[in-house]
């Protein structure tokens, strides 16, 4: 079965100080690692696609990371405005279609910066 | 281009009645996801749609559910006869071919 687990379940930092968020995931044959961003009563906002081992994506303080068993969410000098839930989710080589919809998501990490 | 729109954003049903959740597309995009988040749980996938197509329902509830995409008009995520247990946050999504898809901001049913 498709799983995705991330770690930690919650992060606390300091604003500046810079961390990472793992997501691990045993999927049949990956077909894309995406990150989302949610806010408290919101939709997921799109992050990040990656789609093979060594790829790196960046936008403004994050960078996403991927290797054959895992992914790093790197936030560097984070603001208060970056707290946020974060998710990753999977797409599987068995997801059928022509599309990128049907994911398996993991169930989050919620980061909180302090000022 | 306005984002995935989803109505209602709160939506309160006793149980027994049914419960009819809408979701307009970006436009441009021909594919339609819809996903549940139970309270303390992650996004959970179930059911992917096209223009009068089901792709695939493979997360879908054996019972009770349905969803359509009709040729006019927006995407229906039906439930019928509502349980406490359907009180979660619904989302759809939406996607163009072969880019990630893009979220609605949800509509967050209530059984009471």
């Known amino acids: 079965e498709d799983q995705v687990t991330q770690s930690p379940e919650a992060l606390r930092l300091q604003e500046g100080e810079s961390s990472s968020l793992n997501c691990s995931y045993t999927?049949?044959?990956?077909?894309?690692l995406f990150w989302y961003r949610q806010d408290p009563g919101k939709g997921p906002e799109f992050l990040f696609t990656?789609?093979?081992a060594g790829e790196e994506k960046e936008k403004e303080r994050l960078k996403a990371t991927l290797t054959k068993k895992e992914s790093f969410l790197h936030i560097t000098a984070p603001k208060p405005e970056d707290s946020a839930t974060y998710l990753c989710?999977?797409?599987?080589?068995?997801?059928?279609?022509?599309?990128?919809?049907?994911?398996?998501f993991g169930q989050g990490t919620i980061l909180t910066v302090h000022p | 281009n306005a984002g995935v729109m989803q109505n209602p954003r709160h939506l309160v049903r006793r149980r027994g009645q049914e419960a009819r959740l809408r979701c307009s597309p970006m436009?441009?995009?021909?594919?339609v996801y819809w996903y549940r988040q139970l309270p303390e749980e992650g996004l959970k996938f179930m059911v992917y749609?096209?223009?009068?197509?089901?792709?695939?329902e493979s997360g879908m509830p054996k019972e009770r559910f349905s969803a359509e995409f009709p040729k006019e008009g927006p995407s229906i995520l039906r439930i019928q006869q509502v349980v406490r247990g359907d009180s979660a946050a619904y989302f759809c999504?939406?996607?163009?071919?072969?880019?990630?898809?893009?979220f609605g901001q949800g509509t967050r049913l209530t059984v009471v």
């Open positions: 999504a939406s996607s163009p071919v072969a880019t990630e898809a893009f």
């Open positions: 999927v049949s044959g990956l077909r894309g």
């Open positions: 990656l789609y093979s």
């Open positions: 989710a999977a797409r599987p080589a068995n997801a059928g279609g022509t599309s990128y919809g049907k994911l398996t």
């Open positions: 436009k441009g995009h021909s594919h």
């Open positions: 749609l096209q223009k009068e197509n089901i792709i695939d």
